[in-house]
């Protein structure tokens, strides 16, 4: 969530949530992120100070940072990407109606608008996804890095105008073999048209506007999969507006009982037990 988070806020092990929403106005904190580990699974809530909504999700899987980074044969994540926010791609959650629409709103306003007239294209380094599953009914979480990398430039070429240093040719016999000689890994990548993109500015030495540019997303992490299970109307409190109430019973027109709904009772024992878990 960098960089605009609370880094200067030293908490105590005697501090409530209380105490956090006292000194989020003076902070400028505008949202919650609190993780709780009950017997189940964890669960994440995101809130809004000072009044709400709240929302809470069961993690169903996870994988940490380290992990991701683990399983990379090259894994990047330079700290210099975290000096500006990333941006917020939504996939699957337009159309759906409550909760989902007021949970697009939440996440807009959770990371500062873009205007595509006037960013610096330089600062677009990170990509936060949040993508609906309808069938599974549960939301991917994921976290990519931004790469450019110009068409057509080897990566020995690369890596020599990156690090402006002069490189080893004592196992050459010409500075060619140097260009052409496959080194680490490939020595290029193949390039897809739908990745491409002519930029409007320079961003680097390697990246121009008078040549194409491909884009590259590698995951950093963390990695998340999550299930909407319960939304309040204030923070963490207050009225609970999802899952919907039901009704146990059904009255007919003579006044008389035609029985339960098939399947609210379970759904409702269901939500009961999640809400103790929660507590």
């Known amino acids: ?128 996804l949040l993508k609906h599953d309808k069938e599974k009914d549960v939301i991917e979480f994921r976290h990519y890095s931004i790469k450019l990398q110009p068409v057509g430039v080897s990566r020995r070429i690369r890596k020599l105008m990156q690090n402006n240093q002069v490189p080893d040719l004592g196992e050459f016999e010409d500075v060619s073999e140097f260009v052409k000689k496959a080194g680490y890994g490939s020595e290029s990548e ?31 992490g963390p990695r998340m999969t999550m299930r909407l299970v319960k939304v309040e109307a204030g923070l963490c409190s207050g009225d609970v507006l999802y899952p919907w109430p039901v009704e146990k019973e059904v009255v007919g027109k003579k006044g008389t009982e035609t029985g339960e709904v098939e399947g609210q009772e379970d759904d409702s024992e269901a939500t009961d037990e999640s809400e103790d878990e929660m507590v």
Do not use: W
Not at 199 to 213: M, T, V, W, Y
């Open 190 to 220: 193949a390039d897809d048209e739908a990745a491409m993109v002519s930029l409007p500015s320079d961003i680097d030495k390697l990246n121009r506007a008078s040549r194409k540019s491909a884009v590259r997303l590698q995951e950093i």
């Open 1 to 128: 969530m960098l960089p605009y988070t609370a880094l200067n806020l030293k908490e105590k092990k005697r501090n409530n949530l209380k105490d956090f929403v006292n000194v989020a106005g003076p902070m400028g904190v505008t949202h919650f992120l609190i993780l709780s580990n009950p017997q189940s699974l964890p669960h994440l809530r995101f809130a809004k100070s000072p009044q709400g909504p709240t929302f809470t999700f069961q993690i169903e899987e996870y994988s940490l940072a380290a992990d991701i980074a683990n399983s990379q044969k090259r894994p990047r994540c330079p700290p210099g990407i975290f000096k500006n926010s990333p941006l917020v791609v939504l996939g699957g959650l337009t159309g759906l109606g409550n909760p989902f629409r007021s949970l697009v709103e939440y996440f807009q306003h959770m990371f500062p608008s873009v205007d595509p007239t006037t960013v610096k294209l330089a600062t677009c380094q990170r990509i936060l």
